[in-house]
């Protein structure tokens, strides 16, 4: 029986039972999501959003597996998030990091894949600076692959956190207007969300400098411009990016205060939008630059602590359903 | 003279340099072609019978970065200008001098001379002593000259020596570490990209410095409909430039990027379908001089990599000239026209006699079948390396037996 997804019951957002509601070996990337698979990740996150709110965390759901975190490139707090994830699903977490790695040491990418598969994990999360490098270490090992962040390609994972998260404030995406404000051209961020979004309905606008925009980004179906002022007019949510301190150094932007005069969100600012408008932040912020502290810590409309929350729910989603097959779950196998 | 007995090509169907394809046979003897059209095997001659097949002038790649004879040989290519971007690079006259050895005896390099010291783009290096080495032409490597001011003394002192300056156009500055055209495809895919633009841009600059500089230039790939443009113009008012291509730039546009596939990782990147399409027009109007392969064999440890740090290039060698013939069989040029592409016009600017069925040129011949089915397998490549972003599709057109210098070239067995 296809089931209706708990919160919202548009029906191309039902989807089949078992392995049809989500036939993918691993997750790198939104791209290739059917509407209803993205919803049928964001419903079997629900659950964990709960367990995570009680004293008691654990499930053993994942007892006996080895999940590999091989993060290429820095990272804390994605890092962190699937960490706990993996562990809170009773799974043996482990993490690689760049810095005492053999990939320092000049090994190819494609070696080190064969050498994570030779250990038999049962799923690995991968972050690296290259698009496309997580696809291309997909291709090479038996296990599921989730993409933590490639280069600037996608950062599937954000993109669900992020859409669980506007899911649980709004309700509904159809026709919600979502403004993703700040380096478009570098962020697989906007990426991963501008598919999610617009496959989910919301219709997205990105706001950045020229130089920060990418060409033709418009064939993504989305909204460009480049006058924040114009682009927040109406927004139901406003998601701004982080934009690295060499990037405002004269190479893209004069300097940060001239961006924040352009591209900050201020208290002012947010006002042009709804006026029950949510902010979001992937993190890490930079304060007083592309985001005001007061609108960061708005009680009642920043979400940004919410995102970190639902991360960690989406991450054990995908963990658990990514090894469905490999643990024999009925329908999965 | 050749120690080889003369041949005689019979029975084949004879692509000549003055438009006819006819019936007819075509003698050889001391490595030349002595006579063509109804002339008869003499006593001692090795005869091969060309049984209705086309017989045409070897092909003359213009460029290739690496001496690969058997995919030289499965393409039916008889002469290749080498690249200066060898390791070490082609920039003094020793190196240019073995270069221009390496090939021999079925098979002839013609070196094309560093522009600069190591390739670097900042001072000459010595043209004039690599000219007498052997070399035929200058050029710039892999990359543009970013310097306006070295690009015109280049230009001057080759021009002075009579030589070409063969140049790849793309301006360094916009392109930076751009690995794709700036468009829907690189943005999907969020690799660093470059506007097309900084083709038209580097073609501009080139050609307003050789008017200048009285000199020839020759762009070894024109890819965007605004460079072909800027190259159609000055061709009309009759600057001395000439244009090449290579298949992929009329077979392929980004799309083939989809999958971070490395293989379509070229130099410059693949182009929009309107570019594509620009290339074909261009080919068809006479703006685009030849066709090469760019040939570039590189192995798994330079592609299968990431996208961003893999090389770029592609094994193009076996691929020239069947590639070549959809152009024939899609009416966009003719047969004749596409062995001037191939042959006559990079023999032409290399200054060699071969390239076209005439008596007195060199007796570099194939003899094809245009319409003969295989299909590419980069698995079983004659090239040192399978990167082709034409695996597993299939081809028509094939070479059934070549001769360099009159003699038969024994070339590995094809595997389809």
């Known amino acids: 029986m296809p089931k209706a997804s708990s919160s919202m019951t548009s029906p191309e957002f039902t989807y089949p039972e078992g392995s049809a509601a989500f036939p993918h070996r691993g997750l790198v990337g939104i791209a290739g999501l059917a509407p209803h698979e993205i919803m049928f990740l964001l419903d079997e996150a629900q659950q964990w959003v709960e367990l995570n709110r009680h004293a008691q965390k654990r499930r053993d759901l994942l007892s006996g597996l080895t999940i590999i975190n091989a993060f290429f490139e820095n990272s804390t707090r994605t890092l962190l998030s699937f960490e706990i994830a993996g562990k809170r699903l009773g799974a043996d977490v482990v993490n690689m990091a760049v810095a005492t790695s053999s990939v320092k040491k000049g090994e190819t990418l494609i070696d080190t894949a064969m050498t994570l598969n030779a250990m038999r994990a049962d799923a690995i999360a991968i972050r690296h600076g290259s698009s496309g490098a ?52 570098h962020s697989r961020v906007a990426r991963s969300n501008i598919l999610c979004l617009t496959s989910l309905g919301a219709e997205v606008r990105v706001c950045a400098p020229p130089a920060l925009m990418p060409a033709d980004i418009e064939r993504m179906n989305v909204q460009v411009f480049h006058d924040f002022d114009a682009a927040l007019r109406n927004a139901d949510v406003v998601m701004m990016l982080r934009l690295q301190m060499e990037r405002m150094q004269g190479q893209f932007i004069p300097s940060p205060r001239e961006y924040r005069h352009l591209y900050g969100l201020s208290l002012e600012r947010l006002a042009k939008a709804e006026s029950n408008a949510l902010v979001m932040h992937p993190g890490p912020m930079n304060r007083g630059i592309e985001i005001d502290s007061n609108v960061a810590d708005l009680a ?26 490999a643990r024999g779950l009925e329908g999965w196998a | 003279m050749s120690i080889h007995a003369p041949l005689t090509v019979t029975g084949g169907k004879l692509v000549l340099p003055d438009g006819r394809i006819e019936a007819g046979n075509i003698r050889c003897e001391g490595g030349f072609i002595t006579a063509i059209g109804d002339v008869s095997p003499q006593a001692g001659d090795v005869v091969h019978e060309a049984r209705g097949k086309l017989v045409t002038p070897g092909l003359v790649d213009l460029a290739v970065f690496s001496i690969d004879k058997p995919a030289f040989h499965f393409g039916g290519v008889t002469r290749a200008a080498l690249m200066p971007d060898q390791d070490p690079p ?117 050609i307003a410095l050789a008017e200048l500089a009285g000199a020839k230039i020759h762009f070894r790939k024109v890819t965007t409909a605004a460079g072909l443009d800027l190259v159609r ?47 074909i027009a261009a080919i068809a109007d006479g703006t685009i001089d030849m066709i090469g392969s760019g040939h570039d064999p590189r192995g798994p440890e330079d592609k299968r990599l990431p996208y961003t740090d893999s090389a770029p290039g592609m094994a193009g060698s076996e691929t020239l000239l069947p590639l070549t013939m959809t152009l024939v069989r899609d009416g966009v040029i003719s047969m004749n026209r596409a062995f001037e592409l191939l042959s006559a016009n990079p023999a032409k600017l290399l200054g060699v006699d071969a390239g076209r069925l005439a008596e007195g040129m060199e007796a570099d011949i194939a003899v094809i079948d245009p ?8 698995d079983e490549m004659a090239a040192a390396a399978g990167n082709t972003p034409f695996d597993k599709q299939p081809m028509q057109g094939r070479v059934l037996a070549l001769f360099k210098g009159g003699v038969a070239v024994k070339a590995k067995k094809p595997s389809a």
């Open chain 1, 300 to 325: 009642d409309r920043s979400l940004i602590t919410t995102q970190v929350e639902m991360g960690v729910a989406i991450r054990m989603a995908c963990l658990d359903v990514l090894t469905r097959k």
């Open chain 2, 90 to 206: 082609l920039d003094v006259p020793a190196r240019v001098r073995f270069a221009a050895q390496s090939g021999k005896p079925d098979f002839w390099v013609h070196p094309l001379a560093a522009a600069t010291k190591n390739l670097e783009g900042e001072s000459l290096a010595e043209i004039a002593l690599m000219r007498d080495a052997g070399a035929r032409a200058v050029a710039t490597g892999r990359s543009w000259i970013r310097d306006s001011g070295t690009m015109l003394r280049l230009l001057q002192y080759a021009g002075m020596l009579d030589m070409v300056v063969v140049t790849h156009a793309e301006d360094s500055g916009l392109v930076g570490k751009a690995v794709a055209t700036a468009g829907e495809m690189a943005t999907r895919l969020g690799l660093p990209s470059a506007p097309a633009e900084a083709e038209a841009l580097a073609i501009a600059r080139d």
């Open chain 2, 233 to 279: 113009r000055a061709k009309d008012r009759g600057a001395k430039v000439t244009a090449g291509v290579s298949p992929a730039y009329f077979m392929l546009s980004d799309l083939a990027l989809a999958n971070f596939r490395t293989f379509a990782h070229l130099s410059p990147p693949l182009r929009s379908e309107d570019d594509r399409k620009a290339v």
């Open chain 1, 134 to 185: 997580v696809q291309l270490i997909a291709d090479k090992v038996d296990c599921p692959v989730i993409n933590a962040g490639d280069g600037q390609h996608e950062h599937p994972t954000q993109a669900l956190l992020d859409a669980l998260t506007i899911r649980q404030a709004k309700r509904a995406f159809n026709g919600l207007r979502v403004t993703i404000c700040g380096d478009i051209l």
């Open chain 2, 371 to 378: 319409d003969r089915p295989w299909i590419v397998d980069s």
